[in-house]
């Protein structure tokens, strides 16, 4: 795509979601990063319903810390690997208290410092919770960036430095929700609902349904 068909891309995304925000459900940056570590190979559905119970009881660092990794097993246990997911939560909460005074940094090295932190999880916090202009690449996003001609890569870090490179900068803060949201309900995996597709004439993706 061309600059003018990028911008004309966003803007009809924009017009269609004006005001895009993550669906998990949370009440504080830390309970944002907890629903997100929660959510890799998970659906933010799932997620929801096991946080719903957790969060009025474990709210901040030190109560979720309180829990100990079998109590924080036993409310996260429909959620896929969620043993693993207990130790790093529980590990990430220690880290909050005795590097954060119990809050969540807003730079990405701290960020990924934490267990269970990678790039992805880092780049949803600094943009959702800190309101910076990146691009988190999941799996929706890097299948829309390549099907698209948006943004295409062979890896995650291609398409997310491709996005930051083409993206408005009057894009850049709400890409990432308009993208994974297109690339959730819209541009799917397996058949993408083209027809219903506010950017089809502009997409290059070669499978396109009438």
């Known amino acids: 795509m061309n600059k003018i068909q990028i911008a004309s891309f966003y803007r009809r995304l924009a017009a269609s979601n004006p005001a895009p925000t993550t669906e998990l459900c949370y009440a504080s940056p830390f309970q944002l990063l907890i629903a997100v570590i929660l959510s890799a190979q998970a659906t933010d559905v799932g997620v929801n319903k096991a946080t719903a119970r957790l969060f009025p009881v474990a709210p901040t660092p030190d109560k979720m810390l309180a829990l100990g990794v079998e109590g924080l097993a036993e409310y996260i246990k429909t959620i896929g690997l969620y043993r693993t997911k207990a130790k790093n939560v529980i590990a990430t909460c220690r880290m909050l208290l005795d590097l954060h005074s119990g809050e969540v940094p807003d730079n990405r090295e701290a960020l990924e410092a934490l267990p269970g ?3 992805k999880t880092a780049n949803v916090m ?12 999941d ?9 698209t001609g948006l943004a295409p890569g062979k890896t995650v870090v291609d398409v997310e430095n491709k996005l930051l490179k083409v993206t408005p900068n009057e894009f850049k803060k709400d890409a990432h929700h308009w ?10 995996a397996r058949k993408p609902e083209c027809e ?14 009438p």
């Open 117 to 119: 932190v990678g790039r």
């Open 126 to 137: 600094l943009n959702t919770a800190f309101g910076q202009p990146t691009i988190a690449v």
């Open 139 to 147: 799996t929706h996003i890097f299948r829309l960036g390549n099907r």
């Open 179 to 188: 993208l994974i949201l297109h690339g959730r309900y819209i541009c799917k």
């Open 196 to 209: 219903r597709c506010v950017v089809a004439d502009l997409c290059r993706f070669k499978g396109k349904t």
